[in-house]
């Protein structure tokens, strides 16, 4: 069976362009996470790359299947030039070796908390996973294999993730948009909850 991670990168360069960063982090049981920088104008995005090495499998499955089951890599944009952002490396990998040490399927509408902040001074220790296919296109696989889906991550305030818990994805997502939030600021402010 082909190895998926060189079509995963081939296709972030299609969508973000040349990296001009990354780092690799290993985790003890786990394969290597790699985390990309892409800078376009005053954003950068940070992509996973090796979480889609391995399908996700449902934690109550008694044996792991391993060609069938979800794939996906994590993408986080931020603004660049207010906050040291490119920590948030190592917390990107964490996440993104979650499904390999937790047993975890990650898939819109979770949320994973890092339990600290995303890089220093951020007001996010937490983030939502988005719908995947605005940014980059989802990698179709040959048979039996599942495409590889690339989730966005919108960090949320301590506040925002504990009202999300109560009333859900959907409404955090239009509580946002309603106040007109901009996801990628890294300092920006809880939106009003009331």
């Known amino acids: 069976m082909a190895d998926v991670l060189p079509l995963v990168e081939a296709r972030l360069r299609t969508a973000l362009g040349e990296p001009d960063a990354r780092a690799a982090v ?4 786990t394969d290597r996470i790699e985390v990309l920088r892409f800078q376009e104008g005053g954003i950068a995005r940070y992509a996973s790359l090796g979480m889609s090495a391995h399908p996700m499998t449902d934690p109550t499955s008694v044996v792991a299947d391993p060609v069938k089951g979800p794939r996906a890599e994590l993408v986080l944009s931020v603004r660049t030039g207010t906050a040291d952002t490119d920590k948030v490396l190592r917390p990107l990998a964490v996440l993104a070796a979650s499904p390999q040490v937790e047993g975890l399927v990650v898939a819109p509408g979770a949320s994973l908390d ?6 220093p001074g951020a007001p996010f220790t937490s983030v939502l996973v988005a719908e995947p296919g605005g940014l ?6 040959d048979e039996p294999l599942d495409p590889v889906r690339f989730l966005p991550l919108l960090p949320m305030t301590p506040n925002e993730a504990a009202w999300k818990r109560v009333h ?3 409404a955090l997502q239009e509580r946002w948009l309603n106040q007109g939030t901009d996801l990628r600021d890294p300092s920006r402010r809880s939106v009003p909850l009331e």
């Open 136 to 141: 980059v296109e989802d990698l179709e696989l």
């Open 114 to 119: 890092v339990g600290e902040p995303l890089w």
């Open 168 to 170: 859900g994805a959907q």
């Open 26 to 29: 290993t985790f003890l049981g």
